[in-house]
C-alpha cells in the first residue's frame, strides 16, 4: 500500500531522512517513534506530498506520490489549532467539505459524526473541550474517504479518557479498512494498537516489525520480583540484581524460571511483561 525506498531528506547541509526504506500494509495501523528530531514528521510531509525527498521513491498504491497527488487524509498537530466561531460540528463539517472540494452530504456527515461520538450534540465547537476537539479532528480526517490516514501525534496533550476514545477510533477507521500511519511518543498506546512499528534515530530504520518481534529482541522479557528464602537455585542460574527484601530476576523463558522455584520457599512473586518501551530505550542506549 505505502512504500518508501531509499528516501533521504535534508534541510540545507543538515540530513534529517538517510536512506530510509519502510512499507505499509492495506488496512494497517503503522507507527513511527523516535526521539525528537529523529525524522518523523518530516518523512510524512514526504509521503503527503509537502516536502519532496532528496533522493528515493515514495509511493501509494505503486504510484509516485510526486507525480500523482495521494488521497491522503491529513492530520498534523501543528494543524490542530481551534476555531471560535459560533457554529456546530455539524456546520464545520459543511464548511470543510467545501474545502476538501466534496460534496456537502449532510446525511453522510451526520454518520461521521455519529461514527466519532458527537452526533446529535449542538453546542458551539469553541466550547468543545479537548477531547471533543480531537473527535472533531477525526471526523475532518474521514469526511474525504481516502483509504490511507496520516495522523501526527494523534495524543498529544489528551488527558487519559480522550486518549482511549482515540484508540477506539483509530480501531474504528481500521475497520473501515483505511490504512493508518502515525507518530508519537506514548508507548503503551502504540503498543495497544499498531499492527507494526519502526523506531526512527536520526533519519534512519533502527528496527521495525509487529510489537513481539521487537520484544523478542530483548534480552529478557519479564521482570520478576520475589521475596523469599533460600534462592541460590535461581540466582545462580538467572540475571538478577537483590534491593533490600526483594529480588529482581530478568527472564527470557517464563515457564523454565517457574519450574525452577521452590514455593515452599517463597512469600511473595510479582512477574511483570517488559514492554515496548523497554525495547525503545535499549536500542537507542546500544546506539
Same mark, same amino acid.
Given at each position: ?10 534541510y ?16 494497517e ?7 525528537n ?11 503527503t ?42 456546520? &464545520?463539517l459543511?464548511?470543510?467539505? $467545501?474545502?476538501?472540494? /466534496? +460534496?456537502?452530504?449532510r446525511e *453522510? ?5 455519529? #461514527?466519532?461520538g ?9 466550547k ?8 472533531l ?20 496533550g ?12 483509530l ?13 508519537a ?13 519502526m523506531?526512527? &534515530?536520526?533519519?534512519?530504520?533502527? $528496527?521495525?516489525?509487529d /510489537? +513481539?518481534?521487537?520484544?523478542? *529482541? ?5 521482570? #520478576? ?31 523454565e524460571f ?26 537507542l542506549?546500544?546506539k
Amino acid at each position: 500500500m505505502i512504500t518508501a525506498k531509499n528516501i533521504s531528506i535534508s534541510y540545507g547541509k543538515h540530513e534529517v531522512i538517510r536512506n530510509l526504506s519502510f512499507n505499509v500494509e492495506k488496512s494497517e495501523i503503522y507507527g513511527i517513534i523516535g526521539p525528537n528530531g529523529a525524522g518523523k514528521t518530516t518523512i510524512l510531509r514526504a509521503l503527503t506530498g509537502i516536502i519532496l525527498p532528496d533522493q528515493g521513491v515514495m509511493s501509494v498504491d505503486g504510484k509516485n506520490v510526486v507525480v500523482h497527488k495521494p488521497k491522503i487524509a491529513v492530520l498534523f498537530e501543528v494543524a490542530m489549532s481551534r476555531t471560535f466561531l459560533r457554529i456546530t460540528a455539524e456546520e &464545520d463539517l459543511m464548511f470543510y467539505s $467545501v474545502l476538501y472540494d /466534496v +460534496e456537502v452530504d449532510r446525511e *453522510r456527515i451526520k454518520e461521521i459524526l455519529r #461514527v466519532v461520538g458527537l452526533h446529535g450534540i449542538n453546542k458551539y465547537v469553541y466550547k468543545f473541550s479537548r477531547g471533543m476537539w480531537q473527535r472533531l479532528y477525526f471526523a475532518r480526517v474521514l469526511l474525504p474517504d481516502f483509504p490511507v490516514v496520516v495522523l501526527d501525534e494523534p495524543w498529544l496533550g489528551l488527558d487519559v479518557a480522550a486518549q482511549r476514545e482515540t484508540i477506539a477510533l483509530l480501531k474504528k477507521m481500521k475497520e473501515m479498512q483505511k490504512t493508518i500511519i502515525l507518530t508519537a511518543h506514548e508507548m503503551p498506546l502504540i503498543e495497544r494498537i499498531c499492527d507494526r512499528v519502526m523506531v526512527l &534515530d536520526k533519519g534512519k530504520n533502527v $528496527v521495525e516489525g509487529d /510489537v +513481539e518481534e521487537l520484544l523478542d *529482541r530483548l534480552e529478557w522479557r519479564y521482570e #520478576v520480583k520475589i521475596s523469599g528464602d533460600n534462592l541460590k537455585n535461581l540466582t545462580n542460574k538467572f540475571k538478577y540484581r537483590g534491593k533490600g527484601r526483594y529480588h529482581y530476576f530478568y527472564v527470557k523463558n517464563l515457564r523454565e524460571f517457574i519450574e525452577s522455584i521452590d514455593v515452599s520457599t517463597i512469600y511473595e512473586i510479582d512477574v511483570k511483561p517488559l514492554s515496548l518501551e523497554e525495547v525503545y530505550i535499549s536500542l537507542l542506549t546500544k546506539k
